[in-house]
């Protein structure tokens, strides 16, 4: 069956460092793949879609990486400020009809 | 401004007493679903739908229904709740892509906590 993993344990950075956080995936072939953060309490915010023909995508501090060989996508933050603190969920087609399924999310602490 | 509201946003009830949660979005947007999220599952799909009257069910259906009657709305009942529907709740829509049967990105609602007693 399809299965999405990212790590359950939470990230702790200090500020200023680069954050880097994984997700992999068995059994599916995405068309694309998507990264989301979401804050305690809170519906998540789409923040990157990447396709399976693109290597790499960047929006301002983000840059997320897709390798449809190794099945696994890195979501990285540049610069990392406390505000970036949360938890950053991935995202794939698959399943039955136009479901997205989410992986459980890795939180991100990110300390000054 | 473009949103996705839910309502209520907090919700005690108890057991058998039947709820509807709202959602309603302004974006014009064909697809919308249904998600619960709890500690340690994540975010599970319940049932989506791709456009007015057609509705499918997602990961974890049991106990629930949904309706889209108009394309701005889609609410989520709970006929007879029970403790294990306790959770957080969250409404989303997207558009559909030009390929016909691929989601675009999802907006998501504010969340609706539920405690069935």
């Known amino acids: 069956s399809q299965k999405i993993e990212q790590n359950s344990e939470a990230l702790n950075i200090q500020e200023g460092k680069t954050a880097t956080l994984t997700c992999n995936y068995t059994n599916y072939s995405p068309a694309y793949l998507q990264w989301y953060r979401q804050d305690p309490g809170r519906g998540p915010v789409f923040l990157l879609l990447i396709r399976e023909n693109e290597k790499e995508k960047r929006k301002e501090r983000l840059k997320v990486t897709f390798d449809t060989t190794l099945k696994q996508s890195l979501f990285h933050i540049t610069a990392s400020q406390p505000a970036d603190s949360a938890t950053y969920l991935c995202?794939?087609?698959?399943?039955?009809?136009?479901?997205?399924?989410f992986g459980g999310g890795t939180r991100l602490m990110v300390k000054p | 401004e473009a949103q996705v509201t839910q309502n209520p946003r907090y919700l005690i009830t108890v057991t058998g007493k039947k709820l509807t949660v709202t959602c309603s979005q302004n974006?014009?947007?064909?697809?919308m679903s249904w998600y619960r999220q709890d500690p340690g599952l994540g975010l599970r799909q319940i049932y989506y739908s791709m456009n007015v009257e057609v509705t499918d069910k997602g990961d974890v259906p049991e106990g629930y229904k949904v309706s889209r009657k108009e394309k701005r709305n889609f609410p989520l009942i709970l006929e007879s709740p029970s403790p294990n529907q306790t959770s957080l709740y969250f409404c989303?829509?997207?558009?559909?892509?030009?390929?016909?049967?691929?989601?675009?990105?999802?907006?998501f609602g504010p969340g609706t906590r539920l405690t069935v007693l």
């Open positions: 989303a829509s997207s558009l559909l892509l030009p390929q016909g049967w691929r989601t675009d990105t999802q907006y």
């Open positions: 995202a794939l087609p698959g399943g039955a009809g136009n479901m997205l399924t």
């Open positions: 974006m014009n947007h064909e697809y």
